[in-house]
């Protein structure tokens, strides 16, 4: 959460969500403040977790959530707090349930257990009252007709953890802050310590970064942020929106986090090549490579996209070539000299940003990315003119989408080589070029991160 406000009680609401289930009461006009908040919350949880439905497009100011969308500014700022704190401290929320609680739900009582849920996270994590957050739980609770019979143990549990709040936060501090699958994961391929550092880094909600076309030191200055390593500018505290903030209606600069904007940085001297971007939006990448002197083909499959590219590449007064398709069904009439493949992933990495993608991901969409991640990559061999390079890279942690594919790419194509890169000729940025000389960041580098990988390799 940026700001306390965000956790104020909202006031109150005479408006009903709609698309509810009428399961969950017949709610009249008579509700307390703050409540349609706990129920557009406890309603998305559940998406989240119990259908695995992204949490980027249930936030959509839009095309959201619709019991979200019938909320004021300030009670979806409340939503997207509860929600996303939720996410993030889930594993120690359920151990705090399961002290607190005499034994398990009863089966079917999910909606009940994301009733809990919100409530601890208020208690525990987000700077609200613990009467308010007990009060609305109990509202919620009696209000729904799956629940109503439980309202004396949500009062119960609830008061209960108000008054050994110290105790229960100290038992819970060593329990991890993922899913057991995705940090047995981290474990097995970085070590126990590395993976504990990543799990904390992710409780901390993202910061800022943006590329800029020119003179980091003074858009540091002028946007109240700091250089980092690579020549991002990394925002420090604003009011407003970032589109308000100096420079950005003049094209300026753009929103790009410090990692993704490594990989163009590795492909060195682009001046006057022909570089395809193969799946260009939002664009931040495409940027950058024409900023580097790059003629710059952008691809994207969607429509909608490839839009939202065109506006920000017009917003930076930029020009490229934009293609609508698949890139594995596309073909130039002439090769290019550079090709741009940064993969649609598990996007394991971005867990700081989108605290939702270990709870609607698992193994089996990893080993499925991969393989999809491997087809692209031989499909992007075929674009790409003897000597020419590709940069393939993506937001995942796990190395079956990064090194290992790669590696099993390499094996069976040998008119394809790695071009390591020397940390040498990255100066303050050595942690993010690993042993082989491909690029993987973590989440708790450089002050917080996305996590990411990249590899240079050439047709020979």
């Known amino acids: 959460m940026t700001s306390n406000s965000s956790a104020t009680p909202a006031k109150h609401h005479k408006r009903k969500p709609s698309g509810g289930n009428n399961n969950e009461a017949s709610f009249a006009d008579d509700w307390k403040p703050g409540l349609a908040a706990r129920v557009a919350a406890v309603k998305i949880i559940s998406a989240v977790l119990d259908k695995k439905t992204s949490l980027d497009g249930m936030l959509d100011a839009e095309n959201g959530n619709p019991a979200y969308r019938a909320l004021s500014l300030p009670d979806r700022a409340l939503v997207r707090a509860i929600v996303n704190t939720s996410l993030r401290h889930l594993p120690r929320i359920e151990a705090v349930l399961a002290m607190l609680l005499d034994g398990p739900l009863p089966q079917g009582a999910r909606s009940l257990h994301h009733v809990f849920v919100v409530g601890v996270t208020q208690m525990l994590y987000l700077d609200i009252p613990d009467h ?18 439980f309202v004396k143990l949500v009062n119960a549990v609830l008061r209960r953890l108000g008054r050994e709040k110290d105790d229960v936060l100290q038992a819970v501090s060593a329990v991890p802050v993922l899913p057991s699958w995705f940090y047995n994961r981290l474990v097995k391929i970085y070590g126990k310590d590395a993976a504990e550092r990543m799990a904390e880094a992710q409780l901390v909600p993202s910061v800022i970064d943006v590329t800029v076309k020119s003179n980091p030191d003074h858009w540091a200055e002028k946007l109240n942020g700091i250089v980092m390593p690579n020549g991002s500018v990394r925002l420090g505290s604003f009011e407003g929106s970032v589109s308000g903030l100096d420079g950005f209606s003049d094209g300026e600069w753009w929103v ?95 867990l700081r940003k989108h605290p939702d993608v270990c709870w609607t991901k698992d193994e089996r969409d990893i080993a499925k990315l991969a393989a999809l991640q491997e087809q692209m990559l031989r499909h992007a061999m075929t674009m790409v003119k003897p000597g020419g390079m590709i940069v393939f890279s993506n937001c995942s942690l796990d190395p079956s989408e990064g090194e290992e594919m790669v590696a099993k790419v390499l094996a069976s194509e040998p008119s394809l080589q790695r071009v390591p890169t020397a940390k040498a000729q990255f100066p303050g940025l050595e942690a993010a070029i690993n042993d082989i000389g491909d690029l993987r960041t973590t989440p708790d580098m450089f002050g917080g991160v996305d996590g990411f990988y990249a590899a240079v390799l050439r047709l020979t």
């Not at 909608?304 to 930076?316: A, Q, V």
């Open 132 to 149: 308010s957050a007990v009060d609305l739980a109990v509202e919620q609770a009696h209000r729904d007709p799956r629940n109503k019979r």
């Open 256 to 350: 790009q986090d410090f990692s993704a904007s490594l990989p163009v940085r590795l492909m060195g001297d682009l001046r006057g090549k022909r570089v395809a971007d193969l799946c260009a939006a939002p664009g931040g990448k495409t940027a950058q490579l024409i900023l580097a002197g790059a003629d710059v083909t952008a691809l994207d499959q969607s429509g909608n996209r490839l839009k939202r590219l065109r506006e920000n590449l017009d917003r930076l007064k930029l020009k490229a070539e934009t293609i609508e398709s698949n890139m594995l069904k596309f073909q130039p009439d002439v090769l290019f000299d550079a090709v741009l493949l940064d993969a649609p992933c598990s996007s394991t990495g971005t």
